[in-house]
Structures are given as C-alpha cells and as structure tokens.
C-alpha cells in the first residue's frame, strides 16, 4: 500500500515529539485563572473552559475523532519569562481533509509505528519543556528564551483554521464520522487568556512549526490586533503552503477556514494558499515575516502526493519536482515584499524552531544549521528580532536544487 511507502518515515518525524504533563491550571465555565506567579516560571499547563467572546460561548475541545476521549477538552502551556517580549508558538501535528485521510487519526494510546495522518487529541506527552531550539528556556543560542511563552497544540486536523463539524465516512467501515474542526474556537479562548495574562509586551513573535506555522499565518492578524504597540514579526518553520489545485477547495470547505477579511477581503477563502503570507506583509508592512523551508523536504512532499493523488492513488513520480518547483515559486513571490525573507536549507528534514534531527553530539538541528551559503539560522532569526535587523538577509543553499529519487 502506498501509504505505508511514503508516509511510514515522514510521519513518524510530524507526529513523534515527546511530551510531558505539567500540574494543570483551569477549567471551569469562565477563562483559566491567571499564570501564578508573577514572576519568571517554567513551562504551566492550562485547561480552558467555556468562554465568553463576543457574546457567545465557546467550549475549547480537540477533534472528537474515533477512539478519542471525547470528553478530555483542550488545554495549552504557558510560562511567564522575565524579558519584555511575548512569543506565541503554533504546534505541528499534521492535517486532514477529507474521507480517507481523516479517517487516520492519531490517539493518545496509539503505538509510535502506527500510520497515522494528524494528532486528533493532545497527545499525553505534549509539553514544549521536551524541545529545544525556540522553546528552550535556557539555550543562550535562543534569542527569545528570556521572554514569555505560549504553546498551542493541534489536536482538530485543521493546522489551527477551521471552524466547523464535518462528518466524513470512513473508507473501510464506510460508517460516518464527525471531526470537529475548532482550531479557530480554541485559538479564540487561548487569546482570552493570554491577553489577560500578558497585556502589554514590548516585542511579539508570533511563530509555528509545520501545521503550526499555517495556524500562525491564519491568526497573525487576530494577535497583532491584540497587541497594536509591540514591534512584531511572524515566523513559519516548513509551513505546508504549496498546495495542489484540487485540494484548494477541499480543505478550505471541509474546515470553514477562516482568514481574516480586514487582510484578506470579503472574499478571503479565495486567496491562494501560496499567497497568504505575502499578503500578510503587504497588510503589515512595518512588521517583519520570514519563512524557514528545506529544499527537498520529503515530509511535505509526502503531504502534497497524498493531497493530490489521494493515499492509495497511483504512483505518478512527479509530485517531487511540482513541490520543489511550487517552494521557489512561492519563496520568490514572497521576497516581492520588502519586509520578508527566507532562509532555504539543504536536506531533506522537516521543521528546524524545536531543535529537531540532533546529531551524533546531541546537537539540535537549530543550533548547527547553517547550509543556506553558510548563514547560521539562529543568528538570523536573531538578525529578526534585532532593533535594526542587520543580518536578515535572504538566505539560500546552493547545488541543492536536485529532484531526489522520490517513488512518487
């Protein structure tokens, strides 16, 4: 079976990071109570309930998909750090979008080797303490270790998007289903929350691995909004933005996607995937917005096959070169926008901002990487998030730009 061909390695990279659960703060029919104390922690978990927005409740909750524990809820993780900025970090943790795909959830009791699509509830070992990179807390090599931090998971095979209940029919039982795609609800109460708990930051980083760095592109414009005086800057680490055609509609239906009009328009499902963050810049042009991608990333690769030829289809061997074709494109479309850059690694790894694919030394892929024309990637990150922004420049690879042998 194909799916076991392509996805076996890949998902096993997106949907293996190991968590741990911290003392829980929250719960209740109101926003979780405040991060105590009020001074410099470590990382807290929180467990939101129902909350009032805009005259209406909204109950956090993960997908509800087959084998979940329906009744389990959302719950996020927060620390108060002692630096004056403010990082909200998006989780990864895959997608689906419709019958078959769906229909591979990723429970909390499934065994690491079993082939699964996307994270359908918070996985019991979900705590940013367990990464490195962006999210340590004591990484003199992490430009914002110092500073507050929020992390959102993804448990609603929506990258954070959606906003419906889709009911899909399972390909092998062919029973129905429903999926709730609340990536929105939930982003909605945890922004309740970190408002209240972080009201006045100096500087925000708004950031996302995978299909986190999608969910940090759709809500940007929400957080930016909701912290008008911070110098701000976006950063999405290998976010999925090239898409087939044919899957355009699909996801954006089945999800309800919701991207914001005031950047995007009335029309805003509309605007092509690929577009999405030059748009944003172009919305924000005094904030910096930046895209971390590998050149031959076979995770998504992998992904865009399946979207586009479905996870049984026939092997077409060209969905390699239509990726890496649609990355450049995309990048360079981008770098129109005076206020974006890109980084280009070489290699095949997925994601670099929580350390990822250590070395035989134990040293995390973000703090050795430096393949694109030998630019280190955490002092460009830094480069950034500086006052003047010297050094973020764009960076890229080169003699990289081979198609890999790749079966599909």
């Known amino acids: 079976m194909r799916l076991q061909h392509c996805l076996r390695r890949t998902l096993s990279l997106l949907l293996a ?18 991060l105590e104390p009020a001074v410099p922690t470590t990382w807290m978990q929180v467990s939101p309930g129902p909350t009032k927005i805009d005259g209406a409740t909204i109950t956090p909750t ?14 996020f993780f927060a620390r108060r750090g002692a630096g004056k900025g ?39 070992k979900d705590d940013p303490a367990n990464y490195q990179g962006l999210l340590s807390l004591s990484d003199p090599a992490n430009p914002v270790r110092d500073w507050s931090m929020v992390y959102v998971p993804n448990c609603t095979g929506d990258m954070h998007g959606g906003a419906n209940t889709a009911v899909y029919t399972d390909p092998a039982t062919k029973q129905p289903f429903s ?30 691995s995978s299909a986190g760095a999608y969910g940090a592109i759709v809500h940007y414009p929400r957080i930016r909004r909701a912290y008008p005086q911070a110098s701000a800057s976006l950063l999405a680490d290998a976010p999925p933005m090239v898409m087939p055609a044919i899957f355009e509609t699909t996801y954006k239906h ?24 030059k748009t944003l810049a172009a919305h924000f042009p005094g ?28 092997v077409q061997g060209s969905a390699c070169s239509a990726w890496m074709g649609g990355l450049r494109a995309g990048l360079a479309a981008s770098q129109g926008a005076p206020n974006f850059r890109s980084y280009l ?49 764009n960076a890229a690879c080169t003699d990289c730009a081979a198609v890999p042998a790749c079966p599909f």
Request: contains cysteine; hydrophobic residues 40%.
């Open 17 to 34: 990071p190991a968590w741990l659960v911290l003392a829980s703060c929250g719960g209740g029919s109101g926003p979780a109570p405040g």
């Open 62 to 75: 993960c997908s509800k998909a087959p084998g979940t524990d329906a009744d389990a809820g959302y719950r």
């Open 86 to 124: 403010l990082m909200v970090f998006f989780g990864g943790g895959g997608t689906c979008w419709n019958d078959e795909s769906c229909a591979l959830p990723r429970t909390r009791d499934m065994g690491e080797d079993v082939h699964a699509l996307y994270f359908a509830e918070i996985y019991p």
């Open 179 to 208: 999926i709730e795609h609340r990536g929105v609800d939930n982003v909605k109460v945890v922004m309740e929350w970190v408002k209240a708990n972080f009201p006045d930051p100096g500087q925000l980083l708004v950031a996302g």
């Open 254 to 277: 089945n999800w309800n996607l919701q991207l914001d009009p005031e950047v995007y328009g009335s029309d805003a499902q509309a605007t092509p995937t690929a577009d999405l963050v």
């Open 287 to 314: 904030d910096r917005f930046s895209q971390y991608a590998t050149a031959t990333d076979m995770t998504l690769m992998d992904y865009y096959d399946a979207m586009a030829n479905g996870l049984n289809g026939v």
């Open 345 to 393: 690694a070489a290699g095949e790894w997925h994601t670099i901002l929580g350390g990822t694919n250590r070395n035989s030394a134990g040293v995390p892929l973000f703090n050795r990487e430096h393949s694109a024309a030998g630019v280190p990637f955490a002092g460009w990150v830094a480069s950034q998030l500086s006052a003047s922004g010297d050094g973020w420049t």
